[in-house]
């Protein structure tokens, strides 16, 4: 299991303590996910691996003291299942609505191919990022079709083989706001929790500043 701030979620809290411009909003929305590979989460996440059809929830956050005052900002939100399911992932996010996302009719080739064709059209810009599994992609050429071409392996991350079927999200990488919705802060994997319709989760996510 892993909890991290992403690389993005750097950018946000240097944005939030200078006042970015736009405005840079707080983090607090909660998201959950499938994590249908039990992956582990990483700072360079850019989306979650898969997430779960519930919306957002707004958290309510707060300060707290861990070794000194307020070095600690936490964020509480419960969810409630809409279906049995198994959920195994949670993030933080400036966000109240998720990002595109879509799943692969046919994955890029191996770890070295740069071609993909996805289940929709995709509507974002060229040069906005994705992510499948752990790795995270650029689309340079494909908008507006299904036919996307791909850079490998960005922000830091390792290129993975892909499946037919694999989920694919829009994220933001440090320095971008392009992805609309697509901004991760927070990111953690956890022990599958499998849920009944009307099963209530609640969760309270912690950053402490060192």
């Known amino acids: 299991m892993a909890a991290v701030v992403t690389s993005k979620g750097r950018d946000i809290m240097t944005g939030r303590m200078r006042g970015s411009s736009p405005t840079q909003a707080e983090p607090l929305n909660l998201a959950w996910g499938n994590n249908p590979n039990s992956l582990?989460?990483?700072?360079?996440?850019?989306?979650?691996?898969?997430?779960?059809?519930?919306?957002?929830?707004?958290?309510?956050?707060?300060?707290?003291?861990?070794?000194?005052?307020?070095?600690?900002?936490?964020?509480?939100?419960?969810?409630?299942?809409?279906?049995?399911q198994t959920i195994a992932e949670v993030a933080l996010s400036d966000a109240s609505s998720k990002p595109f996302s879509f799943t692969w009719a046919t994955a890029p080739t191996g770890?070295?191919?740069?071609?993909?064709?996805?289940?929709?059209?995709?509507?974002?810009?060229?040069?906005?990022?994705?992510q499948c599994r752990g790795e995270v992609m650029q689309v340079t050429a494909g908008s507006g079709s299904t036919a996307l071409t791909l850079a490998r392996a960005a922000n830091g991350s390792t290129a993975v083989?892909?499946?037919?079927?694999?989920?694919?999200?829009?994220?933001?990488?440090?320095g971008s706001t392009a992805g609309t919705n697509g901004t991760l802060f927070f990111h953690a994997d956890h022990g599958s929790q499998t849920l009944a319709i009307n099963d209530a989760v609640t969760y309270t996510l912690t950053v402490k500043i060192t």
């Open 40 to 84: 582990t989460a990483a700072v360079t996440d850019v989306a979650l691996y898969k997430e779960a059809a519930e919306a957002r929830v707004a958290g309510t956050s707060s300060q707290q003291t861990t070794t000194t005052a307020n070095d600690t900002y936490q964020v509480t939100g419960t969810f409630t299942s809409a279906s049995g």
């Open 111 to 130: 770890t070295g191919g740069t071609s993909g064709t996805a289940s929709a059209s995709y509507t974002p810009a060229n040069g906005t990022y994705i």
């Open 161 to 174: 083989t892909q499946s037919n079927g694999d989920t694919v999200t829009l994220g933001n990488i440090p």
